[in-house]
């Protein structure tokens, strides 16, 4: 049984669906503590000029809120603006027709709460690409304890034989704890594949749906191409 435990973020990069596409249980760790500068509320896309712009999730912030609480800011036109710069970085690339009405429909929504805009996303991605839904909010599993102890007994109750973690882990992950209850500790190491872009130069690391704009049905083979 392969699990994976991320914290959710907003129209994720290709590596994020890279590994939910290799799991069995994909854990949105939606109750820890937010990180305001991280990718919860952002991603980033290609421009037409070939450079690198954000799209950026206006959001209220009080003290230090647990990723799950924090509230979104509509006092701000953002989902408006968002539709227009997508549409203006991607109507030429071969697939807007196929996937800009989905994005159309995702930001008609009104939800209250960051995580809300994070997991819907994710869920409609996923849809997209053809995978099915593997995800389930660390929030709602009531397994207790900090950093390592707490991914273990995770791992314990979803019965796994294999855990997969990015490199940022490295600096507190404790594989022992792991190897003691029989869970293969792997380190994701993802290499980012290139595929057919706006301009001579690849850019990586952008949000999912540079892929799916320029690639379309054929983004999740694209992205899985490394293999595992």
Same mark, same amino acid.
């Given at each position: 049984?392969?699990? +994976?435990?991320?914290? @959710?973020?907003?129209?994720?990069?290709?590596?994020?669906?890279?590994?939910?596409? $290799?799991?069995?249980?994909?854990?949105?760790?939606?109750?820890?503590?937010?990180?305001?500068?991280?990718?919860? /509320?952002?991603?980033?896309?290609?421009?037409?000029?070939?450079?690198?712009?954000?799209?950026?999730? %206006?959001?209220?912030?009080?003290?230090? %809120?647990? +990723? /799950?609480?924090?509230?979104?800011?509509?006092?701000?036109?953002?989902?408006?603006?968002? &539709?227009?710069?997508?549409?203006?970085?991607?109507? !030429?690339?071969?697939?807007?027709?196929?996937?800009? @009405?989905?994005?159309?429909?995702?930001?008609?929504?009104?939800? @209250?709460?960051?995580?809300? $805009?994070? +997991?819907?996303? &994710? !869920?409609?991605?996923?849809?997209? &690409?053809?995978?099915? $839904?593997?995800?389930?909010?660390?929030?709602?599993?009531?397994?207790?304890?900090? !950093?390592?102890?707490? &991914?273990?007994?995770?791992?314990?109750?979803? *019965?796994?034989? *294999?855990?997969?973690?990015?490199?940022?882990?490295?600096?507190?992950?404790?594989?022992? *704890?792991?190897?003691?209850?029989?869970?293969?500790?792997?380190?994701?190491?993802?290499?980012? %594949? =290139?595929?057919?872009?706006?301009?001579?130069?690849?850019?990586?690391?952008?949000?999912? +749906?540079?892929?799916?704009? $320029?690639?379309? @049905?054929?983004?999740?083979?694209?992205?899985?191409? =490394?293999?595992?």
């Amino acid at each position: 049984m392969k699990v +994976v435990v991320l914290q @959710p973020s907003f129209l994720p990069w290709q590596g994020h669906l890279d590994q939910y596409a $290799w799991c069995d249980h994909f854990v949105i760790y939606d109750d820890v503590q937010y990180d305001k500068h991280g990718w919860r /509320n952002r991603n980033r896309i290609l421009t037409p000029q070939g450079s690198i712009g954000w799209i950026s999730v %206006p959001v209220r912030v009080k003290g230090a %809120p647990l +990723v /799950n609480e924090v509230e979104v800011d509509y006092s701000q036109p953002w989902r408006r603006k968002h &539709l227009e710069t997508l549409r203006q970085a991607y109507s !030429k690339a071969p697939y807007f027709d196929w996937l800009y @009405p989905d994005l159309q429909a995702y930001y008609g929504h009104d939800w @209250p709460l960051l995580v809300d $805009w994070d +997991v819907q996303g &994710l !869920k409609w991605l996923t849809e997209k &690409l053809g995978m099915p $839904w593997k995800g389930i909010l660390s929030s709602e599993m009531g397994v207790a304890g900090r !950093k390592t102890e707490r &991914l273990v007994g995770i791992c314990r109750l979803l *019965q796994a034989t *294999q855990y997969l973690t990015g490199d940022a882990a490295r600096d507190y992950l404790d594989e022992s *704890q792991f190897e003691a209850i029989g869970v293969s500790v792997l380190w994701h190491g993802y290499q980012h %594949p =290139t595929y057919r872009q706006r301009g001579e130069a690849f850019v990586s690391h952008l949000s999912i +749906v540079d892929l799916m704009f $320029w690639c379309g @049905p054929g983004s999740l083979e694209i992205l899985w191409q =490394t293999g595992k």
